[in-house]
Each structure stands twice: as structure tokens, then as C-alpha cells.
């Protein structure tokens, strides 16, 4: 009870910590919030341009693109507002401040969450929160105490897997120099992920189902809630999910084990 009261004051700290960054620079906060939103709304216009003049995309019709493409985006965006430091293990390997980390009384990962806040992000989070529950009202899904536990699974999980595929890539940076590059790829192809999966060939959807899984972060969960798939869904979220946290944990912890900084 003790660490796990420790761990809460410790990410209580952080928070802080970025509420005082954001307030310092207003005014890169509110151009990041606005790029951020042109940014997710410049993709989702592409997709509502497409379904507008063709009627469907896949098969599926506008609200449940909207319904799809809005659960994706919201776990992105809210892993960019909490998680969003994964993208700076090249920084902290190539310039030896991993060495910062490791000398502090805790978890190094925690602390890499941790120590980057992005709180313009949020409006984004709240834009797409907004946009699901307008696309689950049309589409008469019914608000429930089963719709309510499914969206929670669909949360904690697309969280998990989405931070730890994004763990796995950007840990190769403690073995290669331009590992981030490699990392910004599998981001790229995360946006195939915010389509129907079914437009795609089958090693398409190969891939994003079992390689990389981010079928799991919003197409899947939509596609049970608008009934185009089984209730395998339901065990298929969180056995990804551990999965992918066990893949990220080793790779994270092999690459840490062999760090040794940069020598200077």
C-alpha cells in the first residue's frame, strides 16, 4: 500500500510539473493544441470526403466511420497527453540523460512517462470523446452498463497496446542509431488502422491484427459495437494487450540492460 501510495504522489508530481511547463508558454500551448486538431481533423476530412461521395467505405456507412475513426484517434491522443515520452528514448540514449534516470530512487520507465506532459493534446482527447458519443447516438447502439464495461476494456487495452508497440520500436534506439526512424515508419502505418480493415488484402490485415495490433485500438471495438464481429473481441483486447506489455517489457529492460551512456 505504501509504494503504491508513493507511485500516486510521484505521477501526482508530474502532473504538476507539466501544468507549470504549459503555463510558462502559453502560447506554444495554444499552437500546439491547434496543430494538433489540424492535424487528427486533416486525415478525418479525407475519410468524410470519401464516405460523402461514395455512401459507404467497406461497407461501412458514415456514423460508423465516425464511430471507428474517433476510438483510434482518442487512444492516440491520449497517449500523446500521458505517454507521449516513448518518443524520446533516442534523446535520453544518444545523449547519455538516461543516465539522470537510473539514478533516482524509481522505476525508470515511470519516470520516462512521467518527465513529458503534453496537456494541449486534451483537446483532441475531448474532441474524439465527443465525436464517439455523438456517432453512438445515431447509430442507436444504446448507452448501457455493457457498452460502458466493453469502452472501458477498449480504453485500458488500445492504451497498453498502443504505448507498448510504440515502447518496442523506439526501444531499438539502445542498439541502433537511427531507431526512431524506424519507430516513425510503424507510426505512419498506424494510419492505415483508422480505416475498415476489410478494404485492405488479407496480409494487410494480417499485419495489423498480429504484428502490429493497432486493428485492436478502434477498428475491432467498433466493429463488435455495430455488430460486424464476434464476441472474440472481448478476450482478443486484453490477451493483446498483455502480450504486447510483455514484448515492450523485454525489450525495454534488455535495452537498459546493456546501456552504458555515451562514453563522454
Known amino acids: 500500500m505504501n509504494k503504491i501510495s508513493y507511485f500516486l504522489r510521484l505521477w501526482k508530481a508530474y502532473q504538476r510539473k507539466g501544468l507549470v511547463e504549459m503555463i510558462q508558454y502559453p502560447a506554444d500551448t495554444f499552437i500546439l493544441a491547434i496543430s494538433s486538431l489540424l492535424r487528427d481533423a486533416s486525415g478525418f476530412i479525407g475519410i468524410l470526403a470519401i464516405v460523402s461521395a461514395t ?3 467497406g461497407g461501412w456507412r458514415l456514423y460508423e466511420i ?20 516513448v518518443w524520446g528514448i533516442h534523446v535520453l540514449v544518444h545523449q547519455g540523460k538516461m543516465d539522470v534516470l537510473l539514478v ?48 472501458t476494456e477498449y480504453l485500458l487495452c488500445g492504451l497498453v497496446i498502443n504505448t507498448g508497440i510504440y515502447t518496442i520500436f523506439n526501444s531499438l534506439n539502445f542498439w541502433i542509431i537511427q531507431g526512431e526512424d524506424v519507430a516513425i515508419l ?26 502490429l495490433p493497432f486493428g485492436f485500438v478502434g477498428y475491432y471495438p467498433a466493429a463488435y459495437l455495430i455488430g460486424k464481429t464476434d ?3 472481448l478476450a482478443g483486447l486484453p490477451l493483446t494487450a498483455i502480450m504486447i506489455s510483455i514484448l515492450a517489457s523485454v525489450f525495454w529492460r534488455l535495452g537498459l540492460s546493456g546501456y552504458s551512456g555515451t562514453g563522454s
Not at 494541449?120 to 448501457?144: K, N, R
Not at 498506424?190 to 496480409?203: G, S, T, V
Open 231 to 233: 464476441d472474440w473481441i
Open 104 to 151: 533516482r530512487p524509481a522505476p525508470v520507465f515511470f519516470q520516462l512517462l512521467g518527465d513529458v506532459m503534453h496537456y494541449p493534446a486534451l483537446v483532441s482527447v475531448i474532441t474524439y470523446i465527443s465525436i464517439m458519443i455523438y456517432a453512438i447516438a445515431h447509430l442507436e447502439i444504446g448507452f448501457s452498463a455493457k457498452l460502458l464495461l466493453l469502452l
Open 55 to 57: 455512401g459507404t467505405l
Open 66 to 85: 465516425l464511430l471507428m475513426f474517433s476510438m483510434c484517434a482518442l487512444i492516440e491522443s491520449i497517449c500523446q497527453t500521458f505517454f507521449d515520452n
Open 186 to 211: 510503424v507510426q505512419t502505418c498506424r494510419e492505415f488502422a483508422k480505416y475498415p480493415m476489410n478494404l485492405f488484402p488479407y496480409i494487410v490485415r494480417f499485419v495489423f491484427t498480429y504484428i
